[in-house]
Every structure is written in C-alpha cells, then in structure tokens.
C-alpha cells in the first residue's frame, strides 16, 4: 500500500520505527516505563499484520552513564566509541526484555556507515533484515558506534533508519522525536505553525528546519530528518515526525493526526534508490552551465563539460556533481579515477584517447548510474 495519512502507517505491511537517546534514556537510565508502552504497541502492531524494525539511539548514553564519563559520552571519538561499547549490551538487553514480555523475539544488528554505502554489503544487509522478518523477529538496528569513526559514519540515526527502510524495502518510517513534527518556524517561535504533510522536500521546506537537538543526547535535529526524508521520499517511502514523548506515542499521534508525513515522491529503481541514498562521494565533480543545462534534460556528464575535479577517487567511486556556483546538482558513480578526470578535463571525445592512451568510454558519469539532486 502507499501511505498517504497518518493513520495508515498502522496499515503498513513493513514499517522502520526509529526511537532517539533523548525518549529513551533519562538521566542515564531507560524509561522502562515508557519503553513498556511502546513495546506493547509495537507487538499490537505486529499481531495486525505489520513487520516492525526498529531503530535504536542509546547506547552511547547508557554506557556513559556506566562509565562515568563526561558529556554524555561524547567529549571524544574514544569516549563515544568506549562509552558505544558498555552501552550496546544495555540496550540490547533493554530490548529484549520489552519484546520478550508480548513473547517476541529481539535481533540485534549493528551497522556502519560502509555497510550501506558499498553495493555488496548494503545487499547483505538487506539479506538478513529480509530473513530475520521471517523468522518472526524484530530486528532493532543501530550504528556500530564502538568502531565508527567522525569521518565514516551515519552521525545520526534518523538518516539510518531511511536507509535501512530501504534496504528493508519498507512501506514507511515513523521518527519518534521530542516535537510533534516539523513548524514553518522554530517552534518557540510566536506563530510557529505544525507542517502536516509535506510533498517534496524543497530548499523552502529545508528553509524551515532547525537544527538545535535539544535533549542534548541526541546527535540529529530537524535537518538530519528531512535529510532522511529526502532519502525515503526518493526510494518511494513514505515517512512521518511525531512526539514521542507521551505514553504510547504511536497511537496517540496516529489517532490524533498529528505530525507531519512526508510523501513519497519517487519510485526509482532498487540500484537508484540505493545511489541517492548514499552519504558519502569520495569527491566532486564542477560542471560549467551546458552541462548543467543538459543534466536537467537527463544527461550523462561528459568530460567536455568539466571544469573541476576535487578529490582522489577511482573508478566506481560515488561523486557528487556540482553547477558552477556550488550548487548540487546530484551524484553517481563515476567512470573515470580522479587522475584521468583531470586529465581529460574539458576535452571533446577525439581529444580523450590522446591524453588516456585508450578509447574513451561513453562518459565521466553516465545517467544509468546517477540521480539527479
């Protein structure tokens, strides 16, 4: 089915759930109470028909708390990734004992930025969250914080849990945050306005987004779940904002209508979802205004229309490919390593062989295997 309101997240055949350190923990201890309520709703949810994956922030808090450590964990790579440690082993015993109370079986899946980058993996992935459903379990993902590094990971868990609905091939995600959804404004603001339903995350939607993750626990904001909401949108999925922090969330928001659904605006297929998806070029491509104009047209990038080239790629590396003034104009993976680029750098197609030494192939970037931003 394709989730067009609120309440028809309940109906959904396979739904990501992510849950936020700040609804979780407090004071470096779980809300068991809370997380009771949830679980129950979640097991209802599944006795109707839906398979649920959740995805859990956490671990970094409770194994600070653990620890002793300062700023909850995060004064350092190695406090987060020690503190990531001690508190996986919390986390996934909280789990298991919510859901083992409705007689459901929990899974712990940790993942890395490169597990959903690189093709093979993503597919591995995407594997054993197909087989776990199977099986009857709920797999409760989260990032593998104890190996993760500042420069190779997700930093937030709102862009995971899009990619793991992808991966998954789900129907929708459901964000549990600490606001009922995305305002006009920020929402102390005087005359902040709820955006109920969103149809396309446009520069004037992002325009509205704040940043500011205000628990403290957290690592994301509003920007990282429009971010993720770009990424579901584009795979076909739907996804929604709502308040988390009130006794069984789902159904209060759901029977409430209250948070804000962001539409599916694409149904690419799996390889393009799976490319727009993805977080991290390895580097940039500059183009000048013809090619920017014939990308719009669904264009391949040819190296005629290079004007720079940033990074050290090689080739099958994902790049991100901007118009002249910065702009992104969207990514794919490119044909050529970074050396052969430049080398090539604002040739016609006669010119190529000279400088390469070999035919040249049919572009830097071909529009088989790009998405447009």
């Avoid at 992935?125 to 500042?150: G, M, Q, Y």
């Avoid at 044909?335 to 016609?348: D, K, N, P, T, V």
Wanted: charged share 25%; net charge negative.
């Amino acid at each position: 089915m394709t989730v067009t309101t609120l309440s028809e997240l309940a109906g959904a055949k396979r739904l990501v759930v992510k849950v936020g350190s700040a609804l979780l923990i407090e004071n470096g201890k779980a809300r068991g109470d809370w997380l009771a309520t949830l679980a129950k709703e979640l097991a209802g949810m599944k006795a109707k028909g839906t398979e649920i994956i959740v995805v859990s922030s956490g671990a970094i808090a409770l194994g600070a708390a653990k620890l002793g450590l300062p700023k909850g964990g995060r004064g350092s790579l190695a406090d987060a990734q020690a503190a990531a440690s001690v508190g996986q082993v919390e986390l996934a015993r909280l789990w298991s004992d919510a859901l083992g109370a409705h007689d459901l079986v929990a899974a712990q899946m940790l993942v890395t930025l490169d597990d959903l980058e690189d093709r093979r993996r993503y597919l591995n992935a995407s594997a054993t969250l197909e087989r776990l459903i199977a099986a009857e379990a709920i797999p409760v993902v989260n990032e593998n914080d104890s190996v993760a590094t500042e420069e190779i990971r997700f930093g937030d868990n709102d862009r995971l849990a899009a990619r793991v609905a992808q991966a998954a091939q789900a129907e929708a995600v459901l964000l549990l945050s600490d606001v009922d959804g995305l305002y006009d404004r920020h929402p102390e603001e005087d005359g902040a306005q709820l955006v109920e339903r969103v149809e396309g995350v446009t520069p004037e939607i992002i325009a509205m987004a704040s940043a500011d993750s205000s628990s403290g626990l957290g690592s994301g904001g509003m920007i990282a779940k429009l971010q993720a909401a770009r990424i579901a949108e584009r795979a076909g999925i739907a996804l929604a904002i709502v308040n988390g922090t009130h006794e069984a969330p789902i159904a209060k928001a759901l029977d409430e209508g209250r948070g804000t659904l962001f539409l599916p605006q694409g149904d690419e297929n799996a390889r393009k979802a799976w490319l727009s998806g993805r977080l991290a070029p390895a580097g940039v491509l500059t183009v000048d205004a013809g090619c920017t104009a014939a990308l719009a047209e669904g264009a391949s990038v040819l190296a005629a229309g290079l004007t720079d080239v940033e990074g050290d790629f090689r080739r099958g590396d994902l790049v991100a490919i901007h118009g002249a003034k910065g702009e992104r104009l969207g990514q794919g993976l490119v044909e050529y390593a970074a050396s052969e680029c430049r080398a090539i750098l604002g040739l016609r197609e006669e010119e190529q062989a000279e400088k390469l030494g070999y035919a040249p192939r049919a572009a830097v970037v071909h529009r088989d295997h790009m998405v447009r931003a």
